[in-house]
Nanobody
Framework: QVTLVESGGGLVQAGGSLRLSCAASGRSDSSYTMGWFRQAPGKEREFVTALSWSGSTFHADSVKGRFTISRDNAKNTVYLQMNSLKPEDTAVYYC?????????????????????WGQGTQVTVSS
């Protein structure tokens, strides 16, 4: 069992930055993929970015070059640095753990295949 706790959401102006954190507990090893999904009002939860246990990173096209995912294994924490934020980035961001990544050129993941979820944190980008 893995418990995920997010922090760091908030309100920011377009062009600004935010950093989200996700602390994982419950397992002593870090040999699983962690990442972030988001869900805007009226839309399905979508893949944003992921970091495999081996250190490979995967990003949705919509956030490439703007969002960076990193992991501190000693703290069992994953971070999402979001730069150059746009109003369309407004959503509830969910930390996720243990799920497969599909594709390499345009990677994606399915919310239905995520084993563990955090509670979500709101990110609002004003124009």
């Amino acid at each position: 069992q893995v418990t995920l706790v997010e922090s760091g959401g908030g309100l920011v102006q377009a062009g600004g930055s935010l950093r989200l954190s996700c602390a994982a507990s419950g397992r002593s090893d870090s040999s699983y993929t962690m990442g972030w999904f988001r869900q805007a009002p009226g839309k399905e939860r979508e893949f944003v970015t992921a970091l495999s246990w081996s250190g490979s990173t995967f990003h949705a096209d919509s956030v490439k070059g703007r969002f960076t995912i990193s992991r501190d294994n000693a703290k069992n924490t994953v971070y999402l640095q979001m730069n150059s934020l746009k109003p369309e980035d407004t959503a509830v961001y969910y930390c996720a753990a243990q799920f497969p990544i599909w594709g390499t050129v345009r990677p994606t993941a399915q919310a239905a295949q995520v084993k563990y979820w955090g509670q979500g944190t709101q990110v609002t980008v004003s124009s």
